[in-house]
T-cell receptor, first 111, second 112 residues
């Protein structure tokens, strides 16, 4: 069963706008990770946030984590056409080697 | 940069055939994973390995087996291919547990 669920399933915005995607999960985690997947390619790791962190930045990416609500958000600022992709959250439970991936948000940036 | 290489981008096989998907990583990672990706279902873990000759079942191991004879190579085997195994197969590796995974570009497998 899926641990993470992304919301929305699909999102279309104008280039230059900000994009926000959300992820909810069910059980306690060691960390939460976000990945991007361009069409027909493998996933690329974007950012990892640990359970004791609340916010993390990497370039135009900002990730927040609320462990009390079991949710995370990914914000992409000043979006570009090249940001068009699917975005997945993945949760890493304690004491478990496996990541569990959500079903993803398909982001389309309109030039 | 870590490179994970999958042997084929596209593969077409017939029902009942034994199919081998190969994956090689070049960064001495301990863990390797095989997923399948289907529309609306996200990534589902088939098998993973945390050491040479070690393997663990994932969420959907039925109909599959794996082999890890060398640290850098992890093979997925479809013992007797069926049409419901038509999918995108993704291999990944990670240095340690719960660390970022590095993915290959996937193999789009069609079983006719």
């Amino acid at each position: 069963s899926q641990q993470g669920e992304e919301d929305p399933q699909a999102l279309s915005i104008q280039e230059g706008e900000n994009a926000t995607m959300n992820c909810s999960y069910k059980t306690s985690i060691n960390n939460l990770q976000w990945y991007r997947q361009n069409s027909g390619r493998g996933l690329v790791h974007l950012i990892l946030i640990r359970s004791n962190e609340r916010e993390k930045h990497s370039g135009r990416l900002r990730v927040t984590l609320d462990t009390s609500k079991k949710s995370s958000s990914l914000l992409i600022t000043a979006s570009r056409a090249a940001d068009t992709a699917s975005y997945f959250c993945a949760t890493a439970p304690f004491g478990n080697e496996k990541l569990t991936f959500g079903t993803g948000t398909r982001l389309t940036i309109i030039p | 940069d870590v490179k994970v290489t999958q042997s084929s981008r596209y593969l077409v096989k017939r029902t009942g055939e034994k199919v081998f998907l190969e994956c090689v990583q070049d960064m001495d990672h301990e863990n390797m994973f095989w997923y399948r990706q289907d529309p609306g279902l996200g990534l589902r873990l088939i098998y993973f390995s945390y050491d040479v000759k070690m393997k663990e079942k994932g969420d959907i191991p039925e109909g599959y087996s794996v082999s890890r004879e060398k640290k850098e190579r992890f093979s997925l085997i479809l013992e007797s291919a069926s049409t419901n195994q038509t999918s995108m197969y993704l291999c990944a590796s990670s240095l340690r547990d719960n660390q970022p995974q590095h993915f290959g570009d996937g193999t789009r497998l069609s079983i006719l």
